[in-house]
């Protein structure tokens, strides 16, 4: 089975910025779509970013402040987080799976999830 193990969150001042790392092993981290998700307290968990391939795709509240990246030697994905917000304060959970770009946002597409790292961006 796969596993992913999550870092880099933490406590951030609004406006800041935090590098969230996924790294990746059991399976070849080459050939999955991985994505970024989000749960706020009391919220469902919500799609933030995907990879697939070269391809990049964000929830709209995020994008322009938001960056994924994958380095496939390493089995690594990363979520840059720019201009954080209040609102951005969540547990972050990385997911893997073979989604397609219509499904990628449907958190039931994924087979397997990281243990998750909460951001916490202060007022």
């Known amino acids: 089975q796969v596993q992913l193990v999550e870092s880099g969150g933490g406590l951030v001042q609004a406006g800041g910025s935090l590098r969230l790392s996924c790294a990746a092993s059991?399976?070849?981290?080459?050939?999955?779509?991985m994505a970024w998700f989000r749960q706020a307290p009391g919220k469902e968990r919500e799609f933030v970013a995907a990879i697939r391939w070269s391809d990049a795709y964000y929830l709209d509240s995020v994008k322009g402040r938001f960056t994924i990246s994958r380095d496939t030697a390493k089995n690594t994905v990363y979520l840059q987080m720019n201009s954080l917000k209040p609102e951005d304060t969540a547990v972050y959970y990385c997911?893997?799976?073979?989604?397609?770009?219509?499904?990628?946002?449907?958190?039931?597409?994924?087979?397997?999830w990281g243990q998750g790292t909460q951001v916490t961006v202060s007022s």
């Open positions: 059991g399976r070849t981290f080459s050939s999955s779509t």
């Open positions: 997911a893997a799976g073979g989604v397609s770009i219509a499904t990628m946002t449907r958190r039931d597409e994924y087979d397997y």
